[in-house]
């Protein structure tokens, strides 16, 4: 399988947790997105990285939220310190550098903060 | 920055028939626009997109227009079938990628 991968694909845990979720992109891809999805709405934009340097941050991600890519293939994001608010799906896309922006999502990772 | 809204959030046809869901954007820089379906408990997948130096771009029953000057681009699906039943997102990108809320397509057999 050569698509976006995601690990896990559901998270439950209680509030005030950490909680660590993986991402792989499509091999040959450079960037790396990190997007939130909550019911009835559309991808919301969070952050992104160009290889290993993460280039834009939105204003949706608080200080709670870190991302990294620390060889510019796979990423890790952590939420310290859940809210229930934080309950969402979380998708991760990839894409070429160079490439007219064609981005493509894996699975998700759905999280629930009880 | 940039502002997507996408009509109609429900949509439901019969089996054949035609769909078109269209969407508007605010950001005269925004220069790629991207479909997405999205199925439950999947991520979304890109359908088909379009640039902005282009006005139409058709790929078998699935076509999507672009008006730059009224900042409008819609998707449109000829001789739907039940399989197309899923959740439909438009995007617009200007300094960031930005989605509409998503139309949900039902196609009746």
């Known amino acids: 399988d050569t698509g976006v991968s995601q690990n896990p694909r559901h998270k439950i845990t209680k509030r005030g947790q950490n909680v660590t979720f993986r991402c792989d992109p499509i091999?040959?891809?450079?960037?790396l997105y990190w997007y939130r999805q909550t019911l009835g709405q559309g991808p919301e934009f969070l952050t992104y990285f160009q290889n290993e340097a993460q280039l834009e941050k939105s204003r949706l991600l608080s200080d709670r939220f870190s991302a990294e890519r620390p060889k510019g293939s796979f990423s890790t994001l952590e939420i310290q310190r859940t809210e229930q608010g934080d309950s969402a799906m979380y998708l991760c896309a990839s894409s070429l550098l160079g490439g007219l922006h064609e981005q493509y999502f894996g699975p998700g990772t759905r999280l629930t903060v009880t | 920055g940039e502002n997507v809204e996408q009509h109609p959030s429900t949509l439901s046809v019969q089996e054949g028939d035609s769909a078109v869901i269209k969407c508007t954007y605010s950001d005269s820089a925004s220069n790629y626009f991207p479909w997405y379906k999205q199925e439950l408990g999947k991520g979304p997948q890109l359908i088909i997109d379009?640039?902005?130096?282009?006005g139409e771009k058709k790929d078998q029953r699935i076509a999507v227009t672009l008006n730059k000057t009224a900042k409008h681009f819609s998707l449109h699906i000829t001789e739907t079938q039940p399989e197309d039943s899923a959740v439909y997102f438009c995007a617009a990108r200007g300094i960031d990628m930005r989605f509409g809320a998503g139309t949900r397509l039902t196609v009746k057999p």
């Open positions: 379009i640039r902005s130096n282009v």
């Open positions: 091999s040959e891809h450079n960037r």
